[in-house]
T-cell receptor
Framework: IAGITQAPTSQILAAGRRMTLRCTQD?????MYWYRQDLGLGLRLIHY???????GKGEVPDGYSVSRANTDDFPLTLASAVPSQTSVYFC?????????????FGPGTRLTVL | GQQVMQIPQYQHVQEGEDFTTYCNSS?????IQWYKQRPGGHPVFLIQ?????EVKKQKRLTFQFGEAKKNSSLHITATQTTDVGTYFC?????????FGAGTTVTVRA
């Protein structure tokens, strides 16, 4: 089934630990995105990639890093997790970059940092 | 990033009634998208508006882009329980989408 998968579905993490959230799409979309969703704040862009091999910072990039080694995968890494990074994380992709096209979202990862 | 305000934050609607949610910006927008997120789910694309004054309809949903391209609205007629969820506007800003805080809709049967 075409779409976006994310792993894990949920995770409880001790503060200070390193964590990588995985995201894979099979639609051959050029652009991919990571958002975090917190109550009352909507979706905030963390990092994005317009094409394989390139990445860019979004609205709230601090404490997060990404890589885009190929078209399909876009992992998000928390080098040293802090409680303020407790959130629901959504990965998304779109055929067109630059906010011009429909974005397809994965099911999300619920992360709790204690 | 783009500052956009969505109102109201919460909308409690009697089944069968109409309601409207608004998205307002202080600057001119190149385009705006709308998404719906069901409780416990992920955002799903509804529509994209590009032209000044544009109006698009999807069954009971009517989307409008203001003449000055600074605001947008979503009007739902004859609300059903399937309309429950959070509706986000997402204007394009700095070549990225910037999501509003959303309007969360609950429906009384």
């Amino acid at each position: 089934i075409a779409g976006i998968t994310q792993a894990p579905t949920s995770q409880i993490l001790a503060a200070g630990r390193r964590m990588t959230l995985r995201c894979t799409q099979d639609m051959r979309h050029n652009a991919m995105y990571w958002y975090r969703q917190d109550l009352g704040l909507g979706l905030r862009l963390i990092h994005y990639s317009n094409t394989a091999g390139t990445t860019g910072k979004g609205e709230v990039p601090d404490g997060y890093s990404v890589s885009r080694a190929n078209t399909d995968d876009f992992p998000l890494t928390l080098a040293s997790a802090v409680p303020s990074q407790t959130s629901v994380y959504f990965c998304a992709s779109s055929e067109r970059d630059g906010g011009r096209g429909e974005q397809f979202f994965g099911p999300g990862t619920r992360l709790t940092v204690l | 990033g783009q500052q956009v305000m969505q109102i109201p934050q919460y909308q409690h609607v009697q089944e069968g009634e109409d309601f409207t949610t608004y998205c307002n910006s202080s600057t001119t927008l190149s385009n705006i998208q709308w998404y719906k997120q069901r409780p416990g789910g992920h955002p799903v694309f509804l529509i994209q508006l590009v032209k000044s004054g544009e109006v698009k309809k999807q069954k009971r949903l009517t989307f409008q882009f203001g003449e000055a391209k600074k605001n947008s609205s979503l009007h739902i007629t004859a609300t059903q329980t399937t309309d429950v969820g959070t509706y986000f506007c997402a204007p394009r800003s700095d070549y990225k989408l910037s999501f509003g805080a959303g309007t969360t809709v609950t429906v009384r049967a």
